[in-house]
């Protein structure tokens, strides 16, 4: 058996290969730990196949695993408390970054502050040229001080750019060492190691990233193995990159920022597959409507997008990644999206969620705000009986509550039209950033196929389908699982299996040559 799982904001996902099918397994996820969320989905499995938790990790041969720890930390800011070492006289190449604006003539708009604080950056005696020469030996007492800071600083991660270290780095090993031995099991990043690109201000954002992460991901990656291996699980672990290729484990460790958006890479590859499968149109469009996020991409002829201009959080308004990754567009606005109204009486949905805890009204796990899946609901579009295969009973009456109260009298309407309004408020907000990727760049949608996938992909594909033109609409029968499928596909395109069970598996057809070597992908 082969294992993959996806943990998104709101569910996790497992995909389990099992004598040539997938099958598709959904449990909540648990913020506060991930690990458990993973667990939880292979007690759901194994509950189906009739066997222990433990028989069924003991049967696994190779467990995929893709997440957005590492970007929900960036984004909630809880990575750690990082320092910055560059060249001596170059403290702001954070704040400078590359300049531009998305709206140029928009100067309401607050200049983005440095990833690391220019209080926590501290600059180095020592350089080299452009052309590999050493014009200043490195200043090893300056450095030292600087450790001694450090450690007063409390410190928990530091990262290290120095300018044409790509073209010599015996500067910044000697540093390295240096820190290593005033403080011992302070993760350290060195940008020639992590990224020998010449941009300095995309190496430098990128080693910043990779240390801030280190430790959190360090205990996240680390406490899974663990996990995995308590609960009877002795095969190998991959994780995800934000390339939508996969590695080992220690290697995430090592370089956490290579798992920046590791989980939302899969869909396109998913997709790709089934438009080839499918789908007549040369280009297709793919999206993945989770709890929280909604993930939208575009595959041209069969290519899978790649991007140079991964940023944080929107363009110019946000630090890019300085790392290449599949190119694709997230916004909020996931199942769980929260539906709220203005001082000025105007309908918004998201980018606030629910997420798995409290989650929506209607899980009765102490929500008190009306989201999508709250309105979807009132309106019937959920049975509340059936809901993740009835493991989860749905309150309806406190849905309609909900909506009444926070959405409904506000805009004087009924429950039902207000949930409507939610609905297409919903879809508008993904309509557009649809039209981002495809008339915004001079594409035309109607020429494009377009295949839904995440949980709440059903609550309005056929909707976003027909506001974009699109004349073929797909849903896989592992849609509900489209990014976990994604991770089984991308390994080895599964030896040519083809989605054609209602119950979420794929059965066999001629195979297809893999276009990975399973051993060193």
């Known amino acids: 058996m082969r294992f993959a799982t996806d943990t998104g904001g709101t569910f996790t996902d497992l995909v389990i290969e099992r004598e040539g099918q997938l099958h598709l397994f959904k449990s909540p996820t648990v913020p506060s730990n991930p690990v458990e969320g993973v667990l939880g989905a292979f007690s759901v499995a194994a509950e189906a196949f009739g066997m222990e938790r433990s028989e069924l990790l003991g049967r696994g041969t190779q467990f995929i695993h893709g997440t957005t720890h590492a970007i929900n930390a960036i984004v909630t800011g809880r990575v750690a ?21 998305e709206k140029p003539f928009d100067h309401t708009v607050r200049y983005q502050r440095a990833f690391i604080p220019r209080s926590r950056t501290f600059e180095v005696p020592g350089r080299f040229t452009a052309q590999g020469a050493e014009l200043r030996p490195l200043d090893e007492a300056a450095v030292i001080r600087i450790a001694e800071q450090l450690r007063e600083d409390n410190i928990e991660a530091i990262a290290v750019s120095l300018l044409w270290s790509i073209l010599d780095p015996r500067h910044e090993l000697r540093v390295e060492e240096i820190l290593n031995e005033r403080l011992p099991g302070v993760p350290v990043t060195l940008s020639h190691r992590l990224n020998p690109s010449l941009r300095e201000y995309r190496r430098t954002i990128s080693t910043a990233i990779d240390a801030s992460l280190k430790p959190l991901m360090d205990r996240s990656i680390g406490g899974l193995e663990a996990a995995m291996l308590d609960a009877g699980f002795s095969g190998k672990v991959l994780v995800l990159t934000s390339q939508g290729t996969m590695v080992n484990a ?18 396109p590859i998913a997709g790709n597959y089934v438009a080839a499968t499918d789908s007549s149109e040369a280009d297709t469009i793919v999206f993945d409507t989770g709890g929280t996020t909604f993930d939208v991409s575009l595959v041209r002829a069969g290519h899978v997008p790649f991007t140079h201009e991964s940023w944080l959080g929107r363009p110019y308004q946000s630090d890019l990644t300085g790392f290449p990754s599949v190119d694709v567009k997230s916004v909020g606005a996931g199942g769980g999206s929260i539906a709220w109204v203005d001082d000025g009486g105007v309908l918004h949905v998201g980018p606030q969620s629910a997420g798995s805890v409290p989650g929506p009204v209607c899980y009765g796990a102490g929500g008190t705000e009306p989201t999508v899946s709250d309105a979807a609901l009132v309106l019937g579009y959920i049975d509340p009986d059936y809901f993740l295969g009835g493991r989860i009973r749905l309150d309806l009456a406190a849905s309609r509550r909900a909506i009444a109260d926070k959405v409904a009298g506000p805009l004087g309407l009924s429950s039902e039209a207000a949930a409507l309004a939610i609905l297409d408020v919903w879809t508008e907000n993904m309509v557009q950033a649809i039209a981002d990727i495809t008339v915004n760049q001079g ?14 992909a059903g609550l309005n594909a056929v909707a976003i389908a027909a506001r974009m033109g699109c004349p073929t609409l797909l849903i896989p029968e592992v849609g509900a699982g489209l990014s976990a499928a994604g991770e089984a596909i991308a390994r080895d395109i599964l030896s040519g299996m083809a989605f054609l069970s209602t119950h979420g598996e794929f059965a066999e057809e001629e195979p297809v040559p893999a276009t990975t070597d399973p051993e060193t992908d």
Do not use: C
């Not at 220690?250 to 869909?267: F, T, V, Y």
């Not at 949608?445 to 295949?451: K, L, N, R």
């Open 81 to 101: 408390r990082t320092a910055l070492l560059v060249s001596d006289g170059h403290p702001e190449i954070l704040l400078l970054r590359e300049g531009g604006r």
């Open 250 to 267: 220690d290697e995430i460790r090592r370089a956490p920022i290579l798992a920046l958006n590791s989980g939302p890479s899969m869909a």
């Open 443 to 456: 594409i035309d949608p109607t020429t494009a196929s377009i295949i839904g996938g995440g949980g709440a």
